[in-house]
């Protein structure tokens, strides 16, 4: 169904999603069709479509994906509306996921100017956190995501108070404390706010539903786009809470820390903090360094850095991220010189992918294609001639496609299959419930 609607059959993508007979699974899929039809212009039948959603614990989140199209394309008033009705279903059905859908909104509400709005889905969503105080391992979580926000804007406020809850009752929404009658000694206590050149967290309360795999997301989300200083000011707070103990989310959070600061300048810095870990999981981090410099432009600093690494695994996926950045940069020459360093077979084949898919994108789709057909390993070597069909002419994709098929069947061939043949997604399906 996804193929079918991203080649732009979204008739032939809406029927096969009718045909899903597991009601949970048809109702995911004919929300993931309300956005695609709002974006093709037909924002009628996403209405019409949202309005048949099954599910009560579907309808705000069909109706937010609807409000986020018509901010993006300018519609205000159509997005403010669609944006109530997502938060009259959410706010009717007390059910999971609202503050997911509250996150949403709170980002529609920035979109269209409301930051006033926005706050307030904000202190929603931070209020439903302390309620349901939740333990799983989604990503990103919700209130991640308002912290992600805030921070990008300069404001690490909410973000310190939550890293600096004061022991006893917890801290309820706007930094006020809970579990105090009204009158109380201490009622109207609230937490001090932070800016980016206050003090960092002190040790995390257990009270606080802040953990380290959130913030965590907060560095994730923040690393590509934040301005140098917030992401230094993130940096230290996220420094610090490791230093205070975050349980089974320690990995987690250090390798976010030090990918956002290889991605913003601080290699050295980067490298400190992961030649203190054990030998295997430095090299490692030290890996995933690498792919940060190579990322950010820096290609000559990431080749000396992956040939220093000693673990030979670690090093092969270092220099198949130089490789890709290289190649994606139109340097093809260097990008084959490397791969000569590169021993292991199936580390090779990787990064001749990524070789002869941006030959292929630079209009030499005959030296791709012999490139491709260099890999050693039948899976990889069917990838490559795949990522070919995407840059293909027709006669050229069919025929790749072909040989993929031959290789290792429909699965790798399928995201593209119906761009280059249409209608044979229905037709695969079709067979296959026969």
């Known amino acids: 169904m996804k193929a079918a609607a991203g080649a732009g059959d979204l008739g032939g993508a809406q029927a096969l999603a009718e045909s899903i007979p597991l009601r949970q699974l048809r109702d995911q899929a004919l929300v993931a069709l309300v956005p695609v039809w709002a974006r093709a212009g037909e924002r009628e039948r996403a209405v019409a479509l949202a309005e048949r959603i099954r599910y009560p614990h579907n309808w705000g989140w069909a109706w937010a994906l609807l409000a986020r199209v018509m901010a993006d394309s300018g519609d205000i008033d159509e997005a403010l509306r669609f944006a109530a009705r997502a938060d009259d279903e959410v706010s009717l059905y007390a059910v999971d996921g609202t503050e997911q859908v509250l996150a949403l909104l709170m980002e529609i509400a920035v979109a269209t100017g409301d930051h006033d709005r926005a706050a307030a889905l904000a202190d929603r969503v931070e209020d439903i956190t302390w309620t349901r105080n939740p333990t799983g391992w989604s990503k990103p979580r919700s209130l991640a995501a308002v912290l992600a926000r805030e921070a990008l804007e300069g404001d690490l406020g909410r973000l310190d108070a939550l890293l600096r809850p004061r ?59 934040a301005a140098q200083d917030v992401a230094l000011a993130l940096a230290d707070r996220a420094e610090t809470l490791l230093a205070t103990g975050v349980g089974r989310d320690h990995d987690i959070l250090l390798r976010s820390l030090i990918l956002l600061l290889a991605r913003h300048g601080q290699a050295e810095r980067a490298v400190a903090l992961a030649d203190g870990l054990e030998p295997e999981l430095s090299a490692a ?147 296959m419930m026969r």
């Open 285 to 431: 981090r030290q890996a995933d360094i690498v792919g940060e410099l190579a990322d950010s432009g820096d290609t000559r600093g990431a080749e000396a850095l992956a040939h220093a690494i000693t673990d030979r695994r670690a090093q092969d996926r270092a220099l198949i991220e130089v490789v890709r950045m290289l190649a994606l940069r139109g340097d093809q020459d260097r990008a084959k010189a490397l791969i000569h360093s590169i021993n292991d077979r199936w580390a090779q084949g990787e990064a001749l992918l990524a070789v002869a898919r941006e030959t292929a994108r630079h209009g030499d789709p005959d030296a791709a294609e012999t490139l491709a057909r260099s890999i050693a390993y039948r899976g990889t070597r069917a990838r490559a001639l795949a990522a070919l069909v995407e840059v293909s002419e027709p006669s050229r994709a069919r025929r790749l496609a072909a040989q993929v098929v031959v290789l290792v069947g429909w699965h790798s061939v399928l995201p593209v299959l119906e761009q280059i043949v249409p209608r044979s997604v229905a037709v695969v399906v079709d067979q």
């Open 167 to 225: 022991p006893g009752p917890a801290v309820g929404v706007g930094g006020t404390l809970r579990g105090r009658a009204p009158g109380e000694a201490g009622d109207q206590d609230t937490v001090s706010e932070g800016d980016l050149d206050g003090s960092v967290a002190r040790p995390l309360s257990a009270t606080s539903p802040l953990d380290g795999w959130d913030m965590a997301c907060v560095l994730d989300a923040v690393a590509a786009t």
